[in-house]
């Protein structure tokens, strides 16, 4: 490692630069955003905690889908509406590597959750003869815990390289929040180790968790085709539509974003917003409003609610 060059330095973030002068409402939608986020997903963690019918593989894998995505809401939101209300927009290194870290680790972690979900679902639709015998609580919370640790892997083998750069100057990310496209072409080292390390780290994720979830609902649809009642397919297709939707946002505007260029545009920050910021928000809408079960529940404590003030 260098000097302390690398490790005093500091960043400016320069967060949606043609439209600071509605900051404050900016400031109240993220709010908002991210209590919806905190309240959707903890609403989903405490239904599924509360109702042991919902003790399956599924829901094991839902529950650790909502702490992530609340995970990653607390890491991007706060500091997102600091930089909107003060002016001092600076960054140190090691909050910058910090953000590049955890983003990592989340993002890396929820790829393979959601590819353990769709396992799951290939599992109860083509193998469901042998469903419980495969999705036993030891495999699902191997399959998590093996999420998580590549996860840290994958943070760990592109952040600690970092270390290794100096940067010249200037120090502009424009940008709301620190990440690997906006900080490597600041830096005036050979960036070749770092793009190799990213590169690889990448198509590993790609082939362990992308290509599996194609694979799976790929034999999914040709199994549901196959499903003589339409009740059994539309129930099937239920089961799954909600699962496609999420992982189409999060793979299309994830995996988009770290193979385009940074420019810093107003288009790239939306599109980091879609993955970051509102993704979160939308996964508990989306697998209540998709899943029969999950609005039943619902209902039910919306119910003993109202039965316990009444009373």
């Known amino acids: 490692m260098p000097d302390n060059q690398t490790t005093d330095t500091e960043f400016i973030l320069l967060p949606f630069p043609s439209i600071l002068h509605v900051h404050y409402v900016l400031v109240f939608i993220f709010l908002l955003i991210y209590l919806l986020t905190l309240a959707g997903n903890l609403l989903i963690m405490a239904i599924i905690k509360m109702h042991s019918h919902l003790h399956t ?6 529950v650790n889908l909502s702490f992530l995505d609340i995970f990653y809401s607390s ?24 953000q590049i870290g955890l983003t990592l680790f989340i993002g890396s972690s929820e790829a393979f959750v959601l590819s353990a ?6 599992s109860a639709i083509c193998n469901p003869l042998v469903y419980v015998m495969v999705m036993n609580k ?3 919370v191997f399959l998590a815990c093996g999420s998580c ?8 083998l592109n952040t600690l390289p970092l270390l290794r750069l100096q940067f010249c100057g200037p120090h502009l990310i424009h940008h ?3 990440e690997m496209p906006e900080l490597l072409p600041l830096s005036c080292t050979d960036l070749f180790p770092n793009k190799m390390i990213l590169f690889t780290t990448f198509v590993i994720l790609v082939f362990g968790s992308f290509f599996p979830i194609m694979f799976s609902y790929a034999r999914i649809i040709s199994a549901i085709l196959k499903i003589s009642s339409a ?40 599109t980091s917003l879609q993955y970051s910021i509102v993704t979160p928000l939308l996964n508990p809408i989306i697998y209540s409003l998709k899943n029969v079960e999950v609005k039943v529940a619902i209902k039910k404590m919306w119910e003993r609610k109202s039965i316990f003030s009444d009373t």
């Open 149 to 156: 640790l590549f996860g840290i892997t994958n943070s760990l």
């Open 57 to 62: 593989p599924m829901y094991f894998f839902l």
């Open 231 to 270: 009740s059994g397919r539309s129930k099937a297709f239920s089961t799954c539509s909600s699962h496609v939707i999420v992982v189409t946002l999060f793979f299309l505007t994830g995996v988009g974003r770290y193979l385009s260029p940074a420019t810093g545009s107003v288009l790239q920050q939306v």
């Open 138 to 140: 030891q495999f699902c």
């Open 117 to 122: 979900m769709a396992y799951d679902h290939y």
């Open 75 to 98: 890491v991007m939101v706060p500091k997102l509406v600091q930089l909107l209300l003060v002016k001092n927009k600076a960054i140190s290194f090691s909050g910058c590597l910090a």
């Open 176 to 178: 709301y929040s620190c």
